[in-house]
């Protein structure tokens, strides 16, 4: 199974401070790399597909960027909402896996 | 507005067996495939299994493999996770999502989730 190493495990940060999570797979897995936020005793959301088209209704300060096995999570100006853990997650072979998560704590 | 809801979930002895299900709302079960994806406590995702949307096409993690099973009844907007042989490490919270199709696309809709604690 491909398996997905984020980093880093944990950020404090600002608000309005630039973060960037990145996420590499084990191997290449094309744009099938998709960004999830999810804040406590929350489901998971999602924010980036395909590495970097947004989802419906995300804030434009998440983007995503990458392909082939590296791959990028940035939050531009972030905000204290923002504090949540991140999961990368590929889709592109069976099974599918989940990175083991980036929490985001703002100061 | 789509939305699943799980249930099922509850406490259950190790070896024992649960059946979780999850209803979909708000859209065309039968056009999407359907995902089980679990969270351990203070732990991170991970996803267990994905099935088409006529059914005949499943997928599992090898953690689950032969022990857990999916299946779906689109005449009542219901996927279901059937679990046996059930361990302490798959205590966890249990969501359903609904996939745009079985591969690539990602789970776009969840639901709240649905505890399940194994021990004795």
């Not at chain 1, 909402?81 to 069976?94: G, M, N, P, V």
Request: aromatic letters at 10%; proline letters at 5%; a positive charge.
């Amino acid at each position: 199974e491909i398996v997905l190493t984020q980093s880093p495990d944990f950020q404090s940060v600002t608000p309005k401070e630039k973060l960037t999570i990145t996420c590499r797979a084990s191997q290449s897995i094309g744009s099938s790399l998709h960004w999830y936020q999810q804040k406590p005793g929350q489901s998971p959301k999602l924010l980036i597909k395909y590495a970097s088209q947004s989802f419906s209704g995300v804030p434009s300060r998440f983007s995503g960027s990458g392909s082939g096995t590296d791959f990028t999570l940035t939050i531009n100006s972030l905000e204290t909402e923002d504090a949540a853990t991140y999961y990368c997650h590929q889709t592109s072979r069976l099974p599918k896996t989940f990175g083991q998560g980036t929490k985001v704590e703002i100061k | 507005e789509e939305q699943l809801v799980e249930s099922g979930g509850g406490l259950i002895q190790p070896g024992g067996s649960l059946r979780l299900s999850c209803v979909g709302s708000g859209f065309t079960f039968n056009n999407y495939a359907m995902s089980w994806v679990r969270q351990a406590p203070g732990k991170g995702l991970e996803w267990l299994s994905v099935i088409g949307g006529s059914g005949g096409n499943t997928v599992y993690a090898d953690s689950v493999k032969g022990r857990f099973t999916i299946s779906r009844d689109n005449s009542k907007n219901t996927v279901f996770l059937q679990m046996n042989s059930l361990r302490a490490e798959d205590t966890a919270v249990y969501y359903c999502a609904k996939d745009p199709n079985f591969v690539p696309a990602p789970s776009t809709v969840w639901g709240q989730g649905t505890l399940v604690i194994v021990s004795s």
